[in-house]
């Protein structure tokens, strides 16, 4: 039997994975022949999907951009044993924009079936917490501080320092949650893990759990994100089936579980006392701070709040070792981060490496420059409250306090590429309406600014006293 592998990734899907599958599972019938199709998670190729990957004995051979029109050809090719055909693509993990990542985060990710325990844990899955259980709580958060990991989701904050924090905390009970509301333009990550590779976020969280003595942890997930929902959901129940969620987990006296909850569309629920807010029922607005949700978090209890890749990354942490986590990246920013390359780009997609590539290397040598051919003007990096770094600037290496010197930040990891065609009047008046329809209306330099800050950028598109404009949206911005 040929054992094949056609993803159930959003992306995919949103290319015709489904019918791909259909068309294969027809034709192998007719032909007579045994196929397996086992529906695994995007390799992060995006400009490639549907990717289907054939098990053959030098590897696994993919074949990109594959409609459900191609199959009986692809059939005719002999590609069930690799054969040549014209959306072959070679070994896969030769390919050369696969093979220059360090993957770390997403290493398992497009690899195995992402709601099969056994899968999982043949390929490394649980090391980290069984190794979390034999050190004990004080040496798995000294680890992860060892690491260098700083939070994904944006604002780079120590994570071992978050985990000791709440662990010091008194009191018998202490909450996991994990922030899954992606909400900015051009960023997948959180969605590609939560689909392709979900028992890594489950260990995360069991491991964080122990280490800070937390008995139950919530997953707080967007609600664009129905696919995600379903594929994590599957995981927990196979978890839980396994032994690895809920009562003595994997056989140890510690107990945890994990909730699984949907957000209602706001972007301001992406602020951690938002999310919270939300999780309790009430309206999602910000608390103010202090107190730090590490002190007084989740109904009144300490809390551990960590973004999706940030929990998905205490697993290989754990198993390898906090140095070794730490011998990537530069400065302050270690490990790896997974770019997310979006927009007027050739060859979008998922890109882990180690913190220090330049713009020019990630947007020009990686991303394959502006798919339309013409040239790169500028790259928003950090969602819609980042930044529009231009052409000058791109020897800025991807780095929290490098963005932050040029008046930046890295935000998630996302990119979102634009030609030379770009308006980019028009750019910074969506970025300002985009604040202004978010706003969750509590603070008032948000609520009113916001609005005036579109009005006043219309005008100045329509070329009224443009000059004192300017200046008047510098003084709002």
Same mark, same amino acid.
């Given at each position: 039997m040929t054992k094949m592998y056609i993803p159930r990734d959003m992306a995919a899907l949103a290319m015709g994975a489904k019918k791909v599958v259909a068309a294969v599972q027809k034709e192998a019938a007719?032909?007579?022949?045994?196929?397996?199709?086992?529906?695994?998670?995007?390799?992060?190729?995006?400009?490639?999907?549907?990717?289907?990957e054939v098990e053959t004995p030098a590897g696994r051979v993919g074949y990109g951009n594959v409609t459900a029109a191609d199959v009986p050809a692809l059939?005719?090719?002999?590609?069930?044993?690799?054969?040549?055909?014209?959306?072959?693509?070679?070994?896969?993990?030769?390919?050369?924009?696969?093979?220059?990542?360090?993957?770390?985060?997403?290493?398992?990710?497009?690899?195995?079936?992402?709601?099969?325990?056994?899968?999982?844990?043949?390929n490394g899955g649980y090391k980290g917490l069984d190794r979390a259980f034999s050190i004990g709580p004080a040496a798995?958060?000294?680890?992860i501080a060892a690491s260098g990991l700083r939070g994904r989701g944006g604002a780079g904050f120590p994570t071992?320092?978050?985990?000791?924090?709440?662990?010091?905390?008194?009191?018998?009970?202490?909450?996991?949650?994990?922030?899954?509301?992606?909400?900015?333009?051009g960023t997948f990550a959180d969605r590609m893990i939560m689909e392709g590779d979900p028992l890594s976020l489950i260990e995360g969280?069991?491991?964080?759990?122990?280490?800070?003595?937390?008995?139950?942890?919530?997953?707080?997930?967007?609600?664009?994100y129905p696919i995600a929902a379903q594929i994590f959901a599957e995981a927990l129940v196979a978890a839980r089936a396994a032994g690895a969620l809920g009562k003595q987990v994997r056989g140890s006296d510690f107990s945890f579980d994990i909730e699984l909850r949907m957000g209602a569309g706001a972007y301001v629920c992406g602020e951690e006392t938002s999310l919270l807010e =939300? +999780?309790? #029922?009430?309206? *999602?607005? &910000?608390?103010?701070?202090?107190?730090?949700?590490?002190?007084?978090?989740?109904?009144?209890?300490?809390?551990?709040?960590?973004?999706?890749?940030?929990?998905?990354?205490?697993?290989?942490?754990?198993a390898d070792g906090g140095a070794a986590y730490y011998a990537y990246g530069m400065d302050r920013s270690r490990g790896t981060i997974p770019l997310q390359i979006a927009g007027n780009v050739k060859h979008g997609g998922l890109f882990e490496a180690p913190f220090g590539l330049t713009l020019n290397e990630i947007v020009n040598d990686i991303g394959g420059g502006a798919r339309s051919g013409r040239p790169v003007r500028a790259v928003q990096v950090g969602g819609p409250l980042g930044a529009y770094l231009p052409v000058s600037l791109f020897e800025t290496r991807f780095d929290y306090e490098a963005?932050?010197?040029?008046? =930046? +930040?890295? #935000?998630?990891? *996302?990119? &979102?590429?634009?030609?030379?065609?770009?308006?980019?009047?028009?750019?910074?008046?969506?970025?300002?309406?985009?604040?202004a329809i978010e706003s969750c209306g509590k603070c008032t330099p948000c609520r009113i600014g916001s609005i005036r800050g579109v009005e006043t950028i219309d005008k100045i598109r329509a070329g009224e006293n443009v000059a004192a404009n300017i200046d008047l949206l510098k003084d709002l911005c």
């Open positions: 007719a032909r007579g022949l045994d196929v397996e199709i086992v529906r695994n998670g995007s390799r992060g190729m995006l400009w490639l999907e549907p990717l289907v059939f005719d090719a002999g590609f069930l044993s690799g054969g040549e055909h014209k959306s072959s693509i070679g070994l896969v993990e030769q390919h050369p924009y696969f093979a220059r990542q360090q993957r770390v985060t997403f290493q398992r990710c497009g690899r195995i079936d992402p709601v099969s325990y056994a899968e999982y844990t043949a798995t958060i000294a680890e071992g320092v978050k985990w000791k924090t709440v662990a010091d905390c008194p009191g018998d009970k202490r909450y996991v949650v994990v922030n899954a509301d992606e909400g900015d333009s969280m069991t491991i964080c759990g122990f280490a800070v003595g937390s008995d139950k942890g919530y997953v707080y997930l967007r609600a664009e =939300s +999780l309790e #029922g009430k309206r *999602g607005i &910000v608390r103010a701070k202090p107190p730090l949700p590490a002190h007084v978090g989740l109904f009144g209890k300490p809390t551990v709040v960590n973004n999706v890749l940030s929990m998905a990354t205490a697993p290989m942490i754990l963005y932050t010197k040029v008046n =930046s +930040l890295i #935000g998630h990891g *996302g990119l &979102v590429v634009f030609d030379d065609t770009v308006d980019m009047s028009w750019m910074a008046r969506f970025a300002m309406e985009f604040c």
